[in-house]
């Protein structure tokens, strides 16, 4: 049977086939393998999580989408306030005045602040929004009262999601994957074993279609791991 070089692949390259050999075993349902898919499962999923906290990536993306809104729906607001103050008539024109003092009292640009300044401003700004009944008013006037809600929203679940990247932090004590590699290539292995011994014991066109595609699907991997050798 044809064996991937674990320990030859990149750490995302290891994980990548990890993976798809985990399809593969989920695809087969042998319940024969089970307890080992299931061992080798949660190996995985420790390497997986150890990987992507130490590349930091775990909701990043999505904090920083967030951040990118609430600092949208900001501009918008000054934008569209600073437009109405050219306006003809004079309650509209005081109404983007208040509200355009009401956001420059906390600075002129709040969306530069760090994570949790900005949340806290934009928390402070918002509760006057909803609070103040001049405010009310004129948001009411120059109907902006969705502007607010928008960036009341995005401020919200930027800080419930930062929240729990924070809760993320606390299991970063998981060992690191040169650590967690070996735990997982045991249980792959073991896995080998099994379709092995079964494929003897007890044959099934399901195993041997099973080991067909890990074969391939370790020659795929090893000709990566060539090619990156060779260009080395």
């Known amino acids: 049977m044809v064996e991937p070089r674990l320990k030859s692949y990149r750490n995302d390259e290891f994980i990548g086939y990890i993976k798809s050999s985990l399809e593969l075993l989920t695809k087969a349902n042998i319940p024969a393998l089970s307890t080992v898919q299931t061992a080798l499962q949660a190996a995985y999923d420790e390497l997986e999580l150890s990987f992507k906290i130490n590349k930091g990536s775990l909701l990043t993306a999505t904090i920083q989408e967030l951040d990118a809104r609430r600092d949208a729906a ?46 806290s401003t934009v928390q402070s700004l918002v509760n006057e929004f909803e609070n103040d009944a001049d405010l009310v008013a004129a948001l009411t006037l120059l109907n902006m009262t969705g502007w607010k809600d928008e960036l009341k929203t995005a401020n919200t679940d930027f800080e419930n999601k930062y929240l729990d990247r924070i809760s993320e932090d606390v299991v970063k004590d998981l060992p690191p994957v040169s650590e967690l590699r070996p735990v997982a290539i045991d249980a792959y292995y073991d896995v080998l074993q099994h379709i092995q011994a079964n494929n003897v014991l007890n044959p099934s066109p399901d195993l041997t279609t099973l080991k067909e595609e890990l074969e391939r699907l370790a020659e795929k991997y090893n000709q990566i791991d060539r090619n990156k050798t060779t260009a080395d």
Do not use: C, M, P
């Not at 005081?94 to 640009?109: M, P, Q």
């Open 74 to 119: 900001i501009r918008g607001i000054l934008n569209v306030v600073r437009g109405y103050s050219l306006h003809y008539d004079e309650n509209i024109k005081s109404a983007a005045f208040l509200i355009e003092r009401a956001i420059v009292n906390y600075g002129r640009k709040i969306y530069a602040l760090n994570y949790q300044a900005e949340t």
